[in-house]
């Protein structure tokens, strides 16, 4: 399912993922998900991007996961990155900058203070490379009353 809500994120952000559907869809049904929009997006061939969008809405709305708005995809991924920067899963500097963009373009004014919060980290990154333990602890106490803020 991870599949799927990924490419719903990337579809609600404008890319371009018509090609890539009918396989995730037949990767879902493999995996157990189930809808009658699911299997005939499974069964549609590449060249066929405008119909694989439609079913695909349809197929999530079908198994209870909407296609987000793009504000909503954009604090999805914000999500993502402060749960990966809490548990030690990637670069802290580049999650911390991944948080701020995509609070910058999230068109959510109630997350300005949070991007504007992880840049100020981000940019103080070079000047705190001599003490990283405290940069990186400081990105993670931001991080956890973030999601602590806006729960997912």
């Known amino acids: 399912m991870e599949q799927l809500r990924d490419l719903a994120i990337r579809l609600a952000l404008g890319e ?4 890539d559907l009918p396989i995730a ?6 995996g157990g998900f ?7 997006l499974a069964g549609l061939s590449k060249g066929q991007p405008r119909e694989a969008v439609d079913l695909f809405r349809q197929a999530m709305e079908e198994l209870g ?8 995809a954009r604090l999805h991924l914000m999500r993502k990155a402060a749960s990966d920067l809490l548990a030690g899963r990637g670069d802290p500097e580049d999650l911390a900058h991944e948080i701020y963009w995509q609070a910058c373009y999230s068109g959510l004014p109630g997350l300005r203070a949070v991007g504007d919060r992880f840049l100020e ?4 990154w070079g ?3 001599d003490q990283p333990d405290g940069a990186v602890a400081a990105m993670k106490a931001t991080a956890k009353s973030f999601l602590h803020d806006h729960p997912g």
């Open 127 to 129: 000047a705190m490379y």
């Open 65 to 72: 996961w909407a296609v987000p708005d793009e504000s909503a």
């Open 121 to 124: 980290l981000y940019a103080g």
């Open 16 to 19: 371009s993922v018509g090609d």
């Open 34 to 40: 189930d809808s009658p929009a699911l299997r005939e």
């Open 25 to 30: 869809a037949a990767y879902a049904l493999t």
